[in-house]
């Protein structure tokens, strides 16, 4: 078996399991899924020295801190969803405008889907939630498209070399 068919296989299984880690993340209540962001703000008071109830000498309560923990992990899980399923397409050589916009669909329906389980954890959908996930659905095509750039102009000049 040949590394690129090799790296095929990892990225499938990575693939499908951010999708599985997403979608348990939305099968959690609200309450479990904020004392999971309550974790990571744990992590972070210490450089705002922030107590909840409180504002930070940077303008922010523990509230809003833990709000944008939550959404940026939005943003982190679908850039890494989008970036993997854009690497497996870049591997099968697909390479052109088609792709990139399969790529952003997919992930639309798996963001779709991720709000419509949290409609029956009765943690409530979030229209706003799509929007951001979109937006590292955006950052996630843009790094593949770079890299994947790089890597082809590498590739082609070491063949021309050779």
């Given at each position: 078996?040949?590394t ?5 296989i ?17 099968c ?42 939550r959404?940026a ?10 970036f ?8 099968k ?19 779709l ?19 951001i ?30």
């Amino acid at each position: 078996m040949n590394t690129a068919k090799k790296l095929l296989i990892f990225l499938y299984i990575t693939f499908t399991l951010s999708m599985i880690f997403v979608w348990g993340q939305s099968c959690i209540n609200k309450q479990d899924s904020r004392n999971s962001s309550d974790m990571v703000v744990e992590m972070i008071k210490p450089i705002d020295e922030l107590e909840p109830g409180y504002r930070s000498e940077n303008g922010w309560t523990y509230d809003e801190l833990s709000t944008y923990v939550r959404k940026a992990a939005h943003v982190i899980e679908y850039a890494g969803l989008s970036f993997q399923l854009m690497c497996i397409f870049l591997l099968k050589r697909k390479r052109n405008l088609t792709w990139y916009v399969n790529c952003a669909f997919i992930i639309m329906l798996i963001a779709l889907i991720d709000e419509t389980i949290q409609i029956f954890s009765n943690r409530g959908s979030e229209i706003g939630d799509i929007w951001i996930d979109m937006a590292g659905n955006v950052l996630g095509i843009g790094a593949a498209f770079i890299i994947g750039t790089i890597v082809i102009k590498k590739q082609a000049k070491k063949a021309k070399l050779a």
